[in-house]
C-alpha cells in the first residue's frame, strides 16, 4: 500500500523508543501523515520525517541514505508505478534533496551497494535498514513494478528460519536467511533467502 514507508518509519521508532504503547504510534503515525501531505511517498520524505522525529525525541542515533541517485532517477518516469505524479513529484523531490545537503544530511550516492555490505551491517544488533524492493519480485507475482518498503532487522542462520525462506525460493542453497519487517505481511517478521531479497532490491525502480 502507499502508506508503507510510514509503517516502517513506525517500526524503527517503536525499535528505538523500545516503546510498545498503540496510542503513542498512532500518534507518530497521524503525524507524518498529516507532515507528508502526499500520498507519493519518496524515500527523502522518509528520512527527513525519521530525523525530525528522533531529534524531537531526544533519540541518540544515526541516520545514513544510501541510494543510486540523489535526487529523482528520470529513468523511473517510465514506470507505471510512478507515471501519474511524476512530474510534481521530480520537483518536490529534488527540492527536498537540495534542503538535506544544506542541512548535512547522511546521504552517500552509490553506484552499486553490494547485498554481503548490507548483510555485515544488519547483523549487528543496533543496526537495522529500510529497503525500497519490488514487491512483484517479493511475492512472486511478477506483475508491473510495485514499490514495497521493508525493514531488513537481521539474519538468522535457524534451520526452521531457513525453511520458511525456502518456501518462496525452492532453488536457494544458502545455509543463512534475511529477516524482515514487512508492513503489508501477517507476520511478526518475514524470513526471506538472499537471493530473492536481492532480486527484489535490484529490480528497476527499487533501491
Not at 531526544?58 to 541516520?63: A, K, P, V
Not at 529497503?131 to 512483484?136: A, H, I, Q, Y
Not at 524470513?191 to 532480486?199: A, G, Q, R
Request: aromatic share 8%; charged share 25%.
Amino acid at each position: 500500500t502507499w502508506d508503507c514507508g510510514v509503517a516502517c518509519i513506525q517500526m524503527i521508532l517503536a525499535w528505538l523508543r523500545d516503546e510498545d504503547n498503540v496510542d503513542v504510534v498512532a500518534g507518530s503515525r497521524q503525524w507524518m501523515l498529516d507532515t507528508l501531505q502526499t500520498k507519493s511517498i519518496w524515500t527523502i520524505d522518509l528520512m527527513f520525517l525519521l530525523n525530525t522525529m528522533c531529534k524531537d525525541d531526544d533519540i541518540n542515533g544515526s541516520l545514513l541514505l544510501c541510494s543510486k541517485t540523489l535526487g529523482v532517477d528520470r529513468k523511473h518516469n517510465s514506470l507505471h508505478y510512478y507515471e501519474r505524479a511524476f512530474g510534481e513529484d521530480q520537483i518536490r523531490v529534488d527540492r527536498l534533496f537540495e534542503k538535506a545537503n544544506d542541512l548535512v544530511l547522511n546521504m552517500v550516492c552509490l553506484s552499486h551497494l553490494g547485498l554481503a555490505q548490507v548483510i555485515r551491517l544488519v547483523a549487528q544488533p543496533h543496526i537495522v535498514a529500510m529497503m525500497l524492493l519490488d514487491n512483484s519480485i517479493l511475492r512472486g507475482t511478477r506483475n508491473t513494478y510495485a514499490g514495497h518498503y521493508v525493514v531488513l532487522c537481521g539474519m538468522s542462520c535457524e534451520p526452521a528460519h531457513i525453511r520458511k525462506a525456502k518456501q518462496s525460493d525452492r532453488k536457494s542453497t544458502d545455509d543463512y536467511c534475511m529477516m524482515i519487517k514487512n508492513p503489508g505481511g501477517m507476520n511478526a517478521v518475514d524470513y526471506v533467502t538472499p537471493y530473492l531479497l536481492e532480486k527484489a532490491w535490484r529490480g528497476k525502480g527499487a533501491d
